[in-house]
């Protein structure tokens, strides 16, 4: 069983940064490409940015620049950390985790409960 445990939303005004945090169960988190999704209220889910098992990393380009996204091995955690944040990246986050062919077509069989960000003017 995967579990998919993230911490680090809120709220934070415009040019604020945040890191989000998500914990992946130990047995499966050396074969899991991991990523971060996002939906805003009324809007479809958007991929946030990816790092495979091997470590590259893909990111959308709304976020380019601004997030990282990185993992400890370590502590079986990855992280996506946002800078100069605007209004429009406020957004229910998501962390998914999955082999690299369901990240890709965006249908990852593991996901965490979601943490909010919002982003004040």
């Known amino acids: 069983q995967v579990r998919l445990v993230e911490s680090g939303g809120g709220s934070v005004q415009a040019g604020g940064s945040l890191r989000l945090s998500c914990a992946v169960s130990?047995?499966?988190?050396?074969?899991?490409?991991m990523a971060w999704f996002r939906q805003a209220p009324g809007k479809g889910r958007d991929r946030v940015a990816i790092?495979?098992?091997?470590?590259?990393?893909v990111y959308a380009d709304s976020v380019k620049g601004r997030f990282t996204i990185s993992q400890d091995n370590a502590k079986n955690t990855v992280y996506l950390q946002m800078n100069s944040l605007t209004p429009e990246d406020t957004a229910m986050y998501y962390c998914?985790?999955?082999?690299?062919?369901?990240?890709?077509?965006?249908?990852?069989?593991?996901w965490g409960q979601g943490t909010q960000v919002t982003v004040s003017s």
């Open positions: 130990p047995t499966a988190y050396n074969w899991l490409s």
């Open positions: 998914a985790a999955d082999s690299c062919v369901y990240i890709v077509a965006g249908s990852s069989r593991y």
């Open positions: 790092i495979w098992s091997g470590g590259g990393t």
